[in-house]
């Protein structure tokens, strides 16, 4: 196993010490845990993080069955009133 040297600011240094104390796992192992997550997905590119926003909004659309049909003609309403 090779050694690889990071630099973090001292907040970074207390969260990751809190999270590792919750945890009951050494820094190490939850640096290393979040390299192989990092690896495994899109390589840093980012578009792994905004393919997972989209999706979750895609699993919402067509949820709400009844309601008005166009806002920005019924725009005054508020929930609860009449239609």
Known sequence: ???VS???DEEQVQRLRERAGAARRPVQDLCRAAVQRYLEG???SGEAER???YAALRALIGL???GPSDLSIEHDLRPGDPL
């Open 1 to 3: 196993m090779a050694t």
């Open 6 to 8: 990071i630099e973090l």
């Open 42 to 44: 899109d390589e840093g």
């Open 51 to 53: 393919n997972a926003g």
């Open 64 to 66: 709400v069955q009844d």
